[in-house]
């Protein structure tokens, strides 16, 4: 077991019809630490917790996940909101004990353990009393609010957020640091993309900064130079190298 880190990524490529989105990304994931993916609108970071994730393929390069414990890790993944479809008919509840699924295979109902701990991830994200509505019914906060106790549910190692910030209030933004911090006390992994650059010092320990390649990665204070943020986002907010 790698103790270190919790997942490498070595030279991955990424290309949508035959153009390079990412080109020769080398990442190192620190184990039980909060990591930052930042970088402008277009640079890649969608595309590199989807390929990292194998939910869309590489052209070349290896993603190696480190084991817990002796066993392969568990994942949770919450996804860019404008990437759902959130007219889907189901409930807060349907969507938030789906999480458990990975974990029953998907005969078996929840059962009261399951149950139970769908409702107390739900009360950590102030969501117990919207339980019954339709996801489609929901403010964009309250579904993103939703998304992440699904994810919770999970129980996961490796926690990969996308912008759990945008839309949410200033409450549910103390919420979601406040879970990362416990998270992270549980000896868990959290990655996220972020976009704020006055709060990531204070909500993250390592950054990665990404323009369609790696610009900088390490601790947060020293990543976020006045030089790799220039580096960074310099140009269009297209991202083009
Ligand atoms: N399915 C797709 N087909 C073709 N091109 C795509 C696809 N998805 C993303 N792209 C392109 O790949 C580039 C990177 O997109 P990506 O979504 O990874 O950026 P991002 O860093 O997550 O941006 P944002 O901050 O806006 O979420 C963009 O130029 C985008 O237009
Ligand atoms: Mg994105």
Same mark, same amino acid.
């Given at each position: ?49 989807? /390929?990292?994730?194998?939910?869309? =393929? ?13 066993? =392969? ?5 919450? =996804?860019q909101s404008e990437s759902v479809d959130w007219d889907f008919p189901a409930t807060v509840w349907d969507v938030v ?13 929840? #059962? ?11 009360? #950590? ?20 609010? /939703? ?23 200033? @409450? ?34 390592? @950054? ?14 020293? /990543? ?18």
């Amino acid at each position: 077991m790698n103790e270190e880190y919790a997942v490498n990524v070595r030279g991955l490529t990424v290309a949508y019809d035959s153009r390079a989105v990412l080109s020769d990304v080398n990442i190192d994931i620190k184990r039980g630490k909060i990591t930052a993916i930042m970088g402008p609108n277009g640079a890649g970071k969608t595309t590199l917790l989807k /390929a990292m994730l194998k939910l869309i =393929p590489k052209s070349c390069g290896s993603v190696t996940w480190n084991e817990v414990d002796g066993r =392969p890790p568990v994942i949770g993944y919450v =996804p860019q909101s404008e990437s759902v479809d959130w007219d889907f008919p189901a409930t807060v509840w349907d969507v938030v004990t789906m999480g458990c699924y990975k974990r029953l295979g998907w005969i078996k109902r929840p #059962k009261k353990e399951d149950r139970e701990l769908s409702l107390q991830m739900l009360k #950590k994200m102030g969501m117990e009393k919207c339980a019954d509505r339709q996801i489609s019914c929901l403010s964009g906060g309250q579904q993103q609010r /939703a998304f992440i106790a699904r994810a919770l549910v999970q129980q996961a190692d490796i926690y990969f957020m996308d912008e759990p910030f945008k839309g949410v209030d200033v @409450a549910t933004e103390k919420t979601i640091v406040e879970l990362f911090r416990e998270l992270k006390n549980e000896g868990k992994t959290v990655v996220a993309v972020h976009h704020d650059l006055s709060t990531a010092a204070d909500y993250f320990d390592e @950054a990665v900064l990404i323009n369609r390649r790696v610009i900088m990665q390490g601790n947060v204070k020293a /990543a976020l130079t006045q030089e790799n943020l220039s580096l960074t986002y310099r140009g269009t907010t297209g991202g083009e190298p």
